[in-house]
């Protein structure tokens, strides 16, 4: 019996009879992060990091799944598994598998970079090594969000009468956008759109520290007080007339598909920044030569790149060919 199999809901676990990142709702799930593409509701039971749980609960409603179980290292059927950080977002884990057939760590998505909002990558060999690959080409080699923050900061000061704003997505984006900020000395109040609220004062609560954040909210009697301001926001409303309410607004967007100028051109982006927080080609590659499994996985991303290098280097590698999973939503 196989330790996975590839199913119509997605990775499945015969020895465990539980699914990870189910695309459906199924009986028992194993959640690597909250993720809209990673973490649905409906599932009858799911195991995830206390702080995944807690964020599917404030993106789903409390009735998100029947049963909810916080992951500890535990046997299930006739395997063992343990959650490791993942480095992606808050509450982020790789899941690991072990039983008589071999084992497996399945990444989720995964960064190499340092994150203040979030647990770094702890690396877990395994026989079989499931890898994504959003930026899996050789052309994606993200640079320091540091730089790309300082950007941010040379347009604020060079162009004090403009409000700049960010589009960053809500669940760990939003919030690794403002402690880079703060990283870099930005002490101002930073301004978010009502859709980021809660997920910032959970990471907060959690101790992650944000620091002065404010609505940015606005009529015209308070429009000329956002100059020289930064402002959050999720990437659709910057599609709405909310983003016109201010000043003469700088459009940027933090991802790492701004490497790609065609896709900044396309949003109206005048300012991008390449911040991700997935692993780029550079740290994808080194990955797996750090695991050295002795099978390397594929999915959700630029399966056929990895799948060629992986040749070159003489490793076994398979593309998994998942559907369902977004390699752009949260990049």
């Given amino acids: 019996m196989a330790i996975l199999e ?60 029947g049963v909810r179980q916080v992951a500890t290292p535990t046997r299930i059927g006739d395997v063992d598994v343990s959650f490791h950080p993942a480095g992606h977002v808050l509450g982020s884990a790789q899941i690991h598998i072990s039983g008589r057939t071999g084992s497996v760590t399945i990444s989720g998505d995964y960064s190499r970079t340092a994150n203040p909002a979030c647990a770094p990558f702890q690396p877990v060999p395994a026989d079989i090594f499931v890898t994504e690959a959003t930026f899996g080409l050789p052309v994606f080699r993200h640079p320091d969000p540091l730089d790309e923050i300082g950007k941010l900061l040379a347009s604020v000061a060079a162009q004090p009468e403009r409000a700049h704003l960010v589009g960053a997505y809500a669940l760990g984006k939003a919030q690794r956008v403002i402690m880079l900020l703060r990283d870099a000395g930005w002490d101002a109040p930073i301004y978010i759109h009502g859709a ?93 030569t ?8 594929v999915t959700h991303g630029r399966e056929d790149a990895v799948i060629r290098w992986c040749d070159l280097q003489q490793r076994a590698a398979r593309p998994l060919r998942l559907a369902g999973y977004d390699d752009e939503a949260e990049a």
């Avoid at 990437?235 to 790609?260: E, H, K, L, N, Y």
Wanted: hydrophobic letters at 45%; one cysteine or more; a neutral charge.
């Fill in 290 to 297: 750090e695991l050295n499994p002795a099978e390397t996985w």
């Fill in 6 to 65: 590839n199913t119509d809901a997605g990775l499945f676990c015969p020895a465990g009879g539980f699914h990870i990142d189910p695309l459906r709702p199924v009986d028992r799930a194993l959640i690597t992060h909250g993720h809209a593409d990673h973490a649905r509701a409906g599932h009858r039971a799911v195991m995830a990091t206390a702080q995944t749980l807690d964020i599917m609960a404030i993106r789903y409603g409390e009735a998100f799944a």
């Fill in 196 to 288: 980021l609220q809660r997920l910032c004062d959970y990471h907060i609560a959690q101790g992650i520290p944000l620091g002065d954040l404010r609505p940015a909210t606005i009529d015209r009697s308070t429009k000329a007080q956002f100059a020289g301001q930064i402002i959050l926001g999720p990437p659709s409303a910057f599609a709405a007339t909310w983003a016109q309410r201010f000043p003469d607004p700088v459009i940027c967007f933090a991802s790492g598909w701004m490497q790609v100028r065609a896709r900044a051109r396309q949003r109206g982006v005048e300012l991008p920044l390449v911040i991700s927080d997935h692993v780029d080609w550079p740290d994808l590659t080194r990955t797996i």
